[in-house]
């Protein structure tokens, strides 16, 4: 039986990708920074619960790392974890560099002696060319992140480089542009308009408040995006890989989809700050823009070449931007209809 070690096992794609092993025969361990029922939330919600190994797991503390991959000796590791907001990180960008780029290290030294033969994969992500120009971007656009969050990511892309080349590890950085799903914290935007339209829908909110919904992004599905994750560790030879739909989508178009999706038109007024998303059928001002949400600085458009991974992995992405938007309303109304959050 084959083991995998998914460090982030809490979030959206450590519990995709537990379930998606599991179903394949693995056995999955999981190492997140705490190991209380109360985060065992997402993989209870795809009935994956019961069946990972939860551990602790601090990346930025090399013992831990070390005992948990002595312990476990896994054939895969996927490194899912870390600080995986863009805004928070220009509030905390010490934090954010020590996790997701110095955590990132601590776990190649640590399995190169514990498991040197291990397959590694590191979620790196496309904010390493927030600063890059317009179009399509492969995995030879050069790198220009804006943010703490893409300094701390191109990093660890560095070190999996590094140990790639220098050190004969099997480490792999796929490149992943927005993924998203019923999962989604509350703290991304896509999740917060679903969340919010589901709500406004049943009563229970008023409006929605945003801030740039004029920025694109390339919104995949996170349950199509941790297969590109394995497949990338089936491969004879370990490379990066860009991860995007290659078609992007305003914030205002997904609010349109999320609205629509509950029967809700929206007619949008004003410019800035002072645009509106206006019910056509009652008239009510359902979105609001507040400077609150703009960062300080943003990227316009991020959209990705997945040509690599079509060719090299086979991989296409299975779900169409409406399909998920309906998918993340849809668990949005379930969920508050029963009550929870
Ligand atoms: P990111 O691409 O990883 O930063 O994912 P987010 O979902 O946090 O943000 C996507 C885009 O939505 C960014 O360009 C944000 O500036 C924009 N955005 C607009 N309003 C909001 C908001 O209220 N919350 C968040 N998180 N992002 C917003």
Known sequence: MKKALITGVFG???????????????RVFG???????????????????????????????????????????????????GQSSVGLSFKKPGLTKSINALGVRNLLTA???????????????????????????GESEIPNPISPYGESKLLAQKYVELFRKERGSFACSGILFNHESPLRGTGFVTRKISRAAAAISLGLQENLVLGNISAKRDWGYAGDYVEAMRLMLCQDSP???????????????????????????LDWKGRGVKE??????????????????????????????????????????????????????????????????
């Open 12 to 26: 959206q794609d450590g519990a995709y990708l537990a379930k998606s092993l599991l179903r394949s025969g693995y």
């Open 31 to 81: 190492g997140d920074l705490s190991v209380s029922r109360k985060f065992f939330v997402n993989l209870e919600y795809l009935k994956a619960d019961k069946d990972v190994e939860a551990s602790r797991l601090d990346l930025t503390d090399q013992s831990s790392v070390q005992r948990i991959l002595g312990r476990t000796k896994p054939d895969e590791i996927y490194n899912l974890a």
């Open 239 to 265: 490379s990066d890989y860009v991860i995007a739909t290659g078609k992007s989508n305003s914030v205002r178009d997904f609010v349109d989809a999320a609205f629509a999706y509950t029967g809700e038109k």
């Open 276 to 341: 509106i998303g206006v019910s056509r059928r009652s008239g009510k001002i359902l979105v609001k823009i507040s400077a609150e949400f703009y960062r300080p600085a943003d990227t316009g458009a991020l959209i990705g070449n997945p040509g690599k991974a079509k060719r090299t992995l086979g991989w296409a992405p299975e779900t169409g931007f409406e399909e998920m938007v309906g998918l993340m309303v849809e668990a949005d109304l379930k969920r508050l209809k029963a009550g929870k959050k």
């Open 111 to 137: 399995a190169e002696r514990a498991c040197p033969e291990a397959k590694i994969f590191q979620a790196s992500s496309a904010e390493i060319y927030a600063g890059a120009g317009k179009g399509k971007i």
